[in-house]
């Protein structure tokens, strides 16, 4: 079990960035799939961006796309996901996951999204207004 805290969270106004990291428990520098969730007021809950931590690939949900960047520090416990250009729509609790996959199938099921992912962060709420 992989223990993930996530800080960063915060009030921002259209336009504007923020920066959302996730320390994790364990070294998750590869052999990771990583991604962030977020979920709006009387919404489902949404992928927004998935990456395998080795590396090779990554994605992003359309609505971020060329907005959000994950990224994890070399180090190996920490992920990120930048957002600039923020939204109101962008508001919501977000929360970062993690799921352990070292073989060719879990890199086919981060990729695809198939995977599924058993350990999550409390969450950090974010919201954009004017």
């Known amino acids: 079990q992989v223990q993930l805290t996530e800080s960063g969270g915060g009030s921002v106004h259209p336009g504007g960035s923020v920066r959302l990291s996730c320390e994790a428990s364990?070294?998750?520098?590869?052999?990771?799939?990583l991604g962030w969730f977020r979920q709006a007021p009387g919404k489902e809950r949404e992928g927004v961006a998935r990456r395998y931590a080795g590396g090779g690939m990554s994605w992003y949900a359309d609505a971020v796309k060329g907005r959000f960047i994950l990224s994890r520090e070399n180090a190996g416990n920490t992920m990120y996901l930048q957002m600039d250009s923020l939204k109101p729509e962008d508001t919501g609790m977000y929360y970062c996951v993690a799921e352990r996959g070292d073989t060719l199938d879990d890199y086919a099921r981060c990729r695809d999204g198939s995977i599924n992912f058993s350990n999550w962060g409390q969450g950090t709420q974010v919201t954009v207004s004017s």
């Open positions: 364990v070294n998750i520098r590869s052999s990771y799939c």
